[in-house]
């Protein structure tokens, strides 16, 4: 059943992102992987994760606090947890790095890995990308994940990730 849901959350980036190219081409999207509860001292819920991201430049806004776009994306672990959320990212340029710190609330599937009190989880992530590309970048990302103690339980978990997106 997570797989399934997995599958149908890229085909829908997917989808999106060939409705937004042929409207102009805005749409960026964001392929990673990482350590799922990277520094998990027992090591048992440490996992692999793979997922991707996707944003929309036309919903980009520039204000006095810096450049926001929505986010909207999702990742599956090895031990099949799923998690799927939806944000808001900041960036902020400097030459060509791009620091982003970004949150999302989403919903997240045990599955056979991590329980983390709630199906209703927060992620705060900072990442930093490298322009290697005209319109791609790579990137390296930190994200915590917890539910602000309104589940039974709220061990939270920090992932690292590593990340390549392009504009489509």
């Known amino acids: 059943m997570?797989?399934?849901?997995?599958?149908?959350l890229?085909?829908?980036?997917?989808?999106?992102?060939?409705?937004?190219?042929?409207?102009?081409d805005n749409t960026n999207i964001k392929f990673y992987s990482g350590i799922f509860d990277y520094d998990d001292a027992v090591g048992d819920d440490k996992t692999n994760l793979f997922g991707i991201e996707h944003r929309d430049s036309a919903l980009y806004r520039d204000t006095f606090l810096g450049k926001f776009v929505p986010i909207t994306g999702g990742?599956?672990?090895?031990?099949n947890s799923i998690y799927i959320y939806t944000g808001i990212e900041a960036q902020y340029r400097l030459g060509p790095i791009i620091f982003s710190p970004s949150f999302a609330p989403g919903y997240y599937e045990q599955g056979d890995g991590k329980n983390l009190g709630s199906q209703f989880e927060f992620k705060s992530e900072l990442n930093m990308s490298l322009d290697i590309f005209e319109d791609s970048?790579?990137?390296?990302?930190?994200n915590h994940i917890s539910n602000n103690d309104w589940g039974?339980?709220?061990?939270?978990?920090?992932n690292q990730i590593i990340s390549f997106s392009t504009k489509f």
């Open 2 to 8: 997570r797989a399934k849901l997995f599958i149908l």
């Open 75 to 79: 990742f599956l672990t090895e031990k």
């Open 137 to 142: 970048q790579i990137g390296y990302s930190y």
């Open 152 to 158: 039974s339980v709220n061990p939270g978990i920090d």
């Open 10 to 24: 890229i085909l829908y980036f997917f989808a999106s992102a060939i409705s937004s190219a042929n409207e102009s």
